[in-house]
């Protein structure tokens, strides 16, 4: 089961708090803006991401982060698999981009994962 993909658009001052079912696929793609309000070219980027049990806290997954530079678009995703594997925990994450001259924290926030409520039978 997949998750619908979400196209946002993020306020990267504000906490963003996320939900995610456990057991499901979970995509998120996002753009980064430059102030002009331009995809901003990522070109020599990688991208960070972990889920925490708190700030410094135990590692509870890594995210797979994406990035197509020439558009400024970045692709966080979990499978199914990583979803069951903390099921029923909170914790905090934050998105971070790196280039050889800098390092954007872009977003955070805190995140639950929910146990799933239907049970498809096989």
Known sequence: MTQPSQYAMFDFTEANDAAI???S??????TYLDANGNPR????F????????????TLLTEV??????????ISLSL???????IAGQSGVYDLLIQSVTETVALMRGR???LPGVTVIEA
């Open 25 to 30: 696929d979970w995509h998120v793609t996002l």
């Open 64 to 73: 797979t982060v994406a990035i197509t530079p020439e558009i400024g678009e």
């Open 21 to 23: 079912v456990a057991g």
């Open 111 to 113: 995140v639950d994962i």
């Open 41 to 44: 070219d990522l070109t020599g």
């Open 79 to 85: 499978v199914a698999a990583e979803t069951i594997a």
């Open 46 to 57: 990688d991208g960070f991401m972990q889920i925490r049990s708190k700030p410094g806290g």
